[in-house]
């Protein structure tokens, strides 16, 4: 037996899931221990698309400028014909940036790269992933969680007060707490490779036979490499040959083509494609995130990006409760995440079955800017308001400009752990400080200037009001001022 540890958290697996939740924890002081059961990190491209609103948490994460230079713009679509002619149209929704929405089209990034970039920023913090480390049992008590860990030296124990499981559709934490992961499987078996080869350009995602689930065949320049990645629906039945002699028979029969060469293959996977959502999230001290607590079709680019959402809502509230705050607090990842997952899996769906008919278009539903909390027990707005941005919506960006004559963004006020309160038109010592606010207030003594206008019209805010928003990124509160003293109620324990 090795040595036991004691930490606050202990986080199971080391995916992109996995590693967001230890940033939160790090960059918050709060100590864990991050396993995997691989003995080196996942090398495949399993997801690819960074969302918008993902863009954004990685913006506040500090790691948003190395993935531009990791991935890239997604390439036109270039549909083929039976005659050798194509057409092309693009693949996501490229829509230039705006005040309040800086980041408008999606980021091609192989998953190994994401992976791979968030590992380093978690390293900075001091952070490291154990690979080689299976979680083998778990036991809970009122106090906290035994770990039970298997390495190759053998096996150790670890003690945390929480122990979270992101350990992907086949959970072991899930499963070892006997909750549920209904839905079903979406008869759809496909095939995903990360392939080295020649005879097709690097500008374009080729797609031949669109609408054909026998013959339908995707290749796709993986940005940031040398790769591409092949996606294909196979028989549900038989054995499938990942080499690059059986992916090099597929593509010439698909295409027609002998002019297109798999030199080598990095990565490859068949799968049975499911759409499950799990019964609850949260079982006394022990939480799922992420493929653990739902499982979709890759149609529309969602499992990553929803995952390191679960993360990130999760981190937060975690260090707070490890810092004091109510365990009650903890009742609203499942309340405000699970219906979000829900919403997902019907997406996934819809645009799997649109696939299937050859329509490939995305829009606006995939960039997940729109996800929020609006009914969730961490909204609160007095008065109720009847338009405009509401309380458990996304925060939105504006251009501002400090007092001291720089320019800057409501995302560089937010950029941090701490909570922030701005007040419109407001005096600042209506509001007392407290450990973990940062106050900015605008208006003739204020600290920040509303130039253009753009922080009233995307928070549509006016004279009295002020907005408070979490470490998240989401409106927690928006009060007037004859209310303000209700925004000591919110921050009350209990």
């Not at 940005?223 to 593509?251: K, R």
Request: glycine share 12%.
């Amino acid at each position: 037996m090795l040595e036991d540890t004691t930490v606050d958290v202990v986080i199971s697996g080391a995916g992109a899931t996995g590693v967001t939740l230890a940033i939160e924890l790090a960059r918050r002081g709060v100590s864990f221990c991050l396993l995997d059961k691989l003995e080196v990190p996942f090398g495949g491209s399993r997801g690819k698309g960074i969302q918008p609103r993902t863009l954004e948490i990685f913006e506040d994460l500090g790691i948003v400028d190395r993935m531009m230079l990791a991935g890239g713009p997604y390439p036109p679509q270039r549909e083929y014909r039976d005659d050798g002619s194509y057409a092309e149209s693009a693949a996501e929704a490229n829509e230039a940036p705006t005040p309040s929405e800086p980041y408008r089209s999606p980021l091609l990034v192989p998953q190994f790269l994401t992976e791979s970039v968030m590992r380093e920023r978690l390293a900075e913090l001091g952070g490291r992933v154990e690979f080689g480390c299976e979680l083998a049992g778990l036991k809970q008590d009122e106090d906290g969680v035994l770990a039970r860990v298997a390495t190759q030296r053998g096996e150790r124990t670890i003690q945390a007060r929480f122990l979270v499981g992101a350990d992907g559709g086949r959970s072991f934490v899930r499963n070892a707490l006997q909750i549920g992961f209904p839905g079903k499987t979406l008869a759809v078996r496909a095939v995903v490779a990360d392939v080295f080869l020649t005879g097709l350009d690097r500008n374009a995602w080729h797609r031949f036979n669109e609408g054909s689930m026998e013959r339908q065949l995707a290749l796709c320049p993986l940005v940031g490499t040398e790769m591409f990645q092949i996606q294909a629906p196979v028989p549900l039945e038989g054995d499938v040959d990942l080499s690059a002699t059986g992916l090099a028979a597929m593509i010439r029969a698909r295409t027609g083509r002998n002019d297109i060469h798999i030199e080598s293959v990095s990565w490859a996977s068949a799968y049975n494609m499911n759409a499950r959502l799990a019964d609850r999230y949260r079982d006394g001290r022990v939480f799922l995130v992420g493929d653990a607590a739902h499982t979709h079709p890759p149609t529309g680019g969602q499992g990553l990006n929803t995952s390191v959402q679960d993360a990130y809502n999760l981190g937060w509230k975690l260090a707070a409760v490890i810092d004091g705050a109510p365990v009650a607090l903890l009742d609203s990842y499942e309340e405000e995440r699970r219906p979000v997952a829900a919403s997902m899996l019907g997406l996934t769906t819809r645009l799997l079955d649109a696939m299937k008919r050859g329509d490939n278009r995305r829009g606006r539903e995939v960039q997940q800017l729109d996800i929020g909390y609006p009914e969730s027990s961490l909204a609160m707005e007095c008065p109720e308001r009847s338009s405009g941005l509401r309380a458990g919506e996304r925060a939105p960006d504006a251009p501002i400009r400090l007092i001291s004559g720089h320019s800057t963004r409501v995302f560089n006020l937010l950029k941090g752990t701490h909570w922030t309160l701005f007040g419109y038109d407001v005096s600042r010592d209506r509001v007392a400080p407290r450990a973990g606010l940062h106050i900015h207030t605008f208006g003739a003594r204020g600290d920040v200037i509303d130039d253009g206008g753009h922080f009233r019209d995307a928070y549509a805010v006016g004279t009295g009001d002020w907005i408070l928003v979490r470490p998240d990124g989401y409106i927690g509160a928006i009060v007037a001022n004859e209310h303000v003293k209700s925004l000591e109620t919110y921050f009350q324990p209990g």
